[in-house]
């Protein structure tokens, strides 16, 4: 707590001075590991099948593998993060390959493109672009 002997004008201002330095470290660090490339998403929903079809240790790991880092990944977002999960704890060897499994790692692969690709942001068009001009009076003489 500030001392009282300090003008409360100045108080807010340091604080807003301190959340202005703050605010840099809160968006995203150019350390961010670089986004997943769609071959790499690919990949992890081909094994994603592949564990779900063949129910194997070996597909079944390569899919957790490739799916365990991304769970880290600070850009990607929720929905993505979600289909990710399932493959983590679906993608293991079962005694019976159920309908149920296979379905929800189908699932979880199929979401995982459409999820986690990134998005490109396009630029909306200018609110000061030039306008259709207004026509004046009725329409039946030009210029009146």
């Not at 079809?53 to 929720?78: F, I, Q, V, W, Y």
Request: net charge positive; hydrophobic share 35%.
């Amino acid at each position: 707590m500030a001392p009282s002997w300090i003008d409360p004008a100045l108080r807010a201002g340091l604080g807003l001075s301190l959340m202005g330095l703050l605010a840099p470290s809160l968006q995203a660090s150019p350390k961010d590991p670089p986004y997943p490339s769609m071959d790499q998403l690919r990949e992890l929903q081909l094994h994603t099948f592949a564990c779900g079809r063949e129910n194997t240790a070996e597909s079944c790991t390569k899919a957790r593998t490739m799916a365990d880092p991304l769970m880290d990944h600070p850009r990607l977002g929720a929905s993505c993060k979600d289909a990710i999960w399932t493959i983590r704890q679906r993608a293991q060897p079962a005694a019976t390959n159920s309908f149920e499994r296979r379905e929800a790692l189908n699932r979880a692969g199929q979401d995982l493109l459409p999820f986690c690709k990134q998005q490109t942001r396009t630029v909306a068009p200018s609110k000061t672009e030039t306008k259709p001009q207004e026509k004046k009076g009725f329409g039946l003489i030009p210029g009146s």
